[in-house]
């Protein structure tokens, strides 16, 4: 499996690009900002791009996603539980001081348990609400992308619009059932593990 990861824009997030070795097809995880660098990405690694996966619908996660479709033709995927987030992206970025652009309507809607193929890898989505209604992670091939549901030590908020303490402590408990050497690939910081998390993060005491 490929994995690529770039940290893009003011918020210092992480977007990840995801993709099959064998077949060279690739998804985009939270393009959210700086297309050309992640194009460059693409590009440089000869990949084809069927699918923009946002985990959630806040704008640090979603700004180039526009970009992103126009270039590569791939589908912008989320949970319908976000769509209200997704379509008042350009107020978001304008409350915290940073402008948007329009971004195109979703191509289409993920759940719980739908399955995204990459070529011959397959990822399971897993709906995790908390940090927003329609927050989702994509687990396979031993790593799971959490956007912004678990951190390295740390959760997501809950007091942005949408968001739910009981959800997240439902989803983060979840999360920490897989397997504990899975990887995780979050939103904000650097990689951690599933037993990492169980044993060091702060939220393990919340519960």
């Known amino acids: 499996m490929i994995i690529k990861k770039l940290v893009v824009g003011p918020l210092q997030e992480n977007c990840y690009i995801a993709g099959d070795e064998k077949t060279n097809k690739a998804i985009v995880i939270d393009p959210g900002d700086e297309p050309d660098r992640i194009l460059e990405l693409i590009r440089d690694n000869n990949l084809e791009v069927t699918a923009v996966i946002l985990t959630h619908a806040h704008f640090d996660h979603i700004g180039a996603a526009g970009d992103i479709k126009k270039a590569t033709g791939a589908k912008i995927l989320i949970h319908n539980a976000d769509k209200e ?79 739910d303490m009981a959800q997240l402590k439902e989803s983060f408990k979840r999360l920490l059932r897989l397997p504990e050497n899975t990887v995780i690939l979050s939103g904000h910081g650097p990689e951690t593990t599933v037993g990492r998390e169980k044993r060091e993060n702060f939220f393990t005491g919340e519960l």
């Open 85 to 163: 987030l997704y379509t008042g992206a350009r107020d978001q970025a304008a409350f915290w001081g940073y402008d948007l652009d329009d971004l195109p309507e979703p191509d289409g809607f993920i759940k719980e348990g739908d399955e995204i193929n990459i070529g011959e890898l397959i990822f399971t989505v897993l709906h995790t609400p908390g940090h927003s209604p329609g927050g989702v992670c994509l687990y396979g091939e031993g790593a799971l992308f959490t956007g912004d549901t678990i951190f390295q030590g740390s959760v997501g908020r809950t007091d942005f619009h949408g968001g």
